[in-house]
């Protein structure tokens, strides 16, 4: 076993033509990242990266390993909420006059076993920093999202997906959490040790505890050549099923629909090569400056010729630009990248729904009929899939699933986000109808009674809560939201 570190970085300008290959965010909601936090002297206000609502909470705490995130439990005389860099939207990571858990200081390895392909690891470390510890030894995550920069807890608090072919969830490549509970007390969990606990805290949104250390499955840092080809929308199932799903060496895979009509994806697929590199660097570089690609996305989201733009800047060189390149490099993907030059007058924001494969053509249509109808200001879809999840209670994917990303642009203030609500409930009317369900880390815009449809398995959670935390001490306006008692 093994606690070393390293990482290589690039141009600024090749890190610029990179990022310039997609607009959307799919998958960013997570609890918590890479960037430094204010200590417990800031001013006591929790904000999330939708910075729509902050919320003011009685002390910020940042604990370092586990036995100070226990004393913090324990001496607490208020709710608890846990967050860390805040790309939720939906102030997951927060409940008013809370102990707040700043996660971010929790960034060590506990160890690495390269041979078991195997590493656990402190929550509040990013898969950035993981990274630097893997990819000396040629190893890679097996399941992370499509950006680098938030904490591996906070992933397992919204149980993430990314673009791994075949592989879904990330409960599907975690071997074990620690967890503090409301007692402070600590329990080690997997599928044969509190088998019920460890499903419900992946995907449980902190409800039940503070997730201290996880251990992972790990795969190699493979290369891969990207191919990319663009069909008909009623076309695509049946293109992933033979091209995607049908082949052994497709180990990536999104398809991007594009305003106003989203009917012709844009199919990219990562496939194993032993083409030479066209890009060497093993790691994209942390910190670089992504003043073009912020000025790309407000062009294309308010120029008239946006469109345009984004046909030569992205879709004309993801046509034509080859790319071979190791996973290691495609996983150090920075979200800073894809972040507006400022939130001020209008925020950037996601949502997912989890559509199993028969509805896929049908609700891609009523998607695009609501979104028209609302004028809905949407930048793109991502589309991926999923298997079925067996391993988390509160489960995104009960049966296979295509998800349908939507990120999509808003004027910032109350009044704009009170409009977004209407014509999201009408799209999680769409999904329910279709048996699918929406995904959690956004804004709250979901009734309570859709909420339910969605998950039935919340009351089985509820109760769980209950025995485990019977004061209500984890809280957040995700919970007191949709289970307030």
């Excluded at 992933?240 to 990219?268: E, T």
């Excluded at 003043?291 to 294309?300: C, G, K, S, T």
Aim: hydrophobic share 40%.
């Amino acid at each position: 076993m093994t606690a070393e570190s390293d990482h290589a970085g690039i141009p600024a300008s090749s890190a610029r033509r990179e990022a310039l290959r997609t607009l959307g965010l799919a998958g960013l909601g997570l609890l918590s990242g890479c960037a430094d936090s204010n200590d417990a002297t800031a001013p006591a206000f929790v904000e999330d990266v939708a910075r729509i609502a902050p919320m003011p909470v009685a002390r910020i705490v940042r604990p370092s390993d586990t036995a100070s995130v226990q004393a913090a439990v324990r001496s607490a005389d208020s709710a608890i909420s846990i967050g860390g860099a805040r790309y939720s939207m939906g102030g997951q990571i927060a409940a008013r006059d809370s102990l707040h858990l700043d996660m971010r200081g929790m960034r060590r390895l506990i160890w690495l076993d390269p041979a078991r392909q195997r590493v656990r690891v402190q929550a509040g470390m990013c898969w950035r920093d993981l990274l630097d510890h893997l990819d000396p030894h040629d190893l890679s995550p097996r399941i992370m999202q499509s950006y680098s920069n938030f904490s591996i807890g906070g992933s397992v608090a919204v149980n993430c997906h990314g673009r791994y072919v075949g592989a879904g969830p990330l409960a599907h490549s975690l071997r074990a959490l620690q967890l503090v509970s409301a007692d402070g007390s600590v329990h080690e969990l997997d599928r044969q040790q509190s088998p019920e606990l460890f499903a419900a805290v992946i995907g449980g949104y902190g409800g039940l505890g503070v997730v201290t250390e996880v251990e992972l499955d790990l795969a190699e840092n493979q290369r891969m050549q990207r191919h990319v080809e663009r069909l008909p929308l009623a076309d695509y199932p049946d293109y992933f099923r033979s091209q995607v799903a049908g082949r052994a060496d497709v180990l990536m895979h999104n398809a991007d629909l594009v305003p106003p009509h989203f009917d012709a994806p844009l199919a990219i697929s990562w496939r194993r090569s032993q083409a030479a590199l066209t890009h060497p660097q093993r790691l994209i570089a942390r910190g670089l400056d992504y003043h073009r690609e912020r000025n790309l996305i407000w062009a294309v989201s308010e120029l008239p010729a946006g469109g345009l733009l984004r046909d030569r800047f992205q879709t004309e060189r993801l046509l034509h630009e080859p790319m071979v390149q190791l996973r290691n490099r495609e996983a150090s993907l920075d979200a800073a990248a894809l972040e507006p030059r400022t939130r001020q007058f209008s925020t950037y924001l996601l949502q997912e729904y989890f559509i199993p494969v028969a509805g896929f053509g049908s609700f891609a249509r009523s998607m695009t009929a609501i979104l028209q109808q609302h004028r809905v200001q949407a930048l793109n879809i991502s589309i991926r899939h999923s298997p079925a999840d067996r391993d988390s209670l509160l489960a995104w994917a009960r049966e296979e699933v295509f998800s349908f990303v939507l990120y999509h642009k808003q004027d910032a203030g109350q009044a704009a986000d009170d409009r977004a609500g209407i014509w999201t409930r009408h799209l999680i009317d769409a999904a329910l109808l279709h048996g699918g369900r929406y995904y959690l880390p956004y804004r709250l815009h979901a009734t309570r009674e859709q909420f339910l449809r969605a998950y039935p398995e919340a009351q089985a959670f509820a109760t769980l809560k209950r025995q485990l935390d019977p004061q209500r001490r984890f809280r957040n306006q995700l919970w007191d939201t949709y289970l307030p008692t």
